[in-house]
């Protein structure tokens, strides 16, 4: 079994598993001169060209995981749902989902109508990869943030005033997304994804007990019922420290891990019986590569070659970023000794 997958379930590795959130993208020379030809949208949905770019990184980064390249407002859109991706800002709707009626345009997602580009894509590199293939979809607060704010925020203020103003409009909105990213997941294990990951990238905007009372039931739902599919689920969000626990409760088999919570600290929050992912701070690749790569290194002896952890940014590779730069990092990964690695 591949080394990712084998940390994934807390077994032995040679060595150290290493991928990047968002590790095609704008960094890369050959990808920008692709989205000279083509918008964001279409690279998500023509089969081949996702699968062109999907590919790139682990041709030339020699990482251990490719991510489909998608968007997690791909499965919003395709039910009906007016999004426009709009560059260097993000998801964008003109009419925000805000009232009991606005909820009546989130229908249930039919997978093989609704995303069949999605699904090729996936078939297509499990033909082409000689690694594991991760799929992946939005959490469901992460979504209903989009959703309801009508573009990317800082504040959160239009969901949280849903959430503590309108509850029952909120959690029938949470419901809804639930059941889409469960059927978009699971159909994603059926054409051939290897592991499952869910970006419930803002949760950090939550204390724990709003997280547990308001988002947890959703992703405990979803994530459970990914457990038939034998894959493994990743379950990732940003300025997490206080919420790990409750995220490894909700049905993760590996925990991501942002830069803002050192790896032995986050490990012993998660309990050495789930795996973590993570977790180098994006901004120090843009910096000298020596710091970059000390703090490598102090992450990979922080984990202690203790099995179950894959190493990742604690968020998305930034577009300043040098792709020599990330080469160094997966090749100090790829030599470290794994002391420890018996415990």
Known sequence: MDRFLRACRREPVDVTPVWFMRQAGRYQPEYRRIREKYSLLEICTIPELAAEVTILPVKQLGVDAAILFSDIMIPIRQIG?????????????ERPVRTASDLKALRPLVPGEDVPFVLEAIRILRRELDVPLIGFAGGPFTLASYLVEGRPT????EVKRMMFGAPLIFHELMERI????????LAQAEAGAQALQLFDSWIGALSPQDYEAFVYPYSRKILSALEETGLPRIHFGVGTGELLPLMRDAGADVVGVDWLVPIDVAWDRVGHATAVQGNLEPALLLGHEALALERTRDILRRAGGRPGHIFNLGHGVLPQTKVGTLQRVVEAVHTAALPGREG
């Open 154 to 157: 800082r504040k959160f203020t």
């Open 178 to 185: 639930s059941l889409i990213v469960t059927e978009y997941l």
């Open 81 to 93: 749902i007016p999004v426009e991706l709009e560059p260097d800002v993000g998801p964008v709707l």
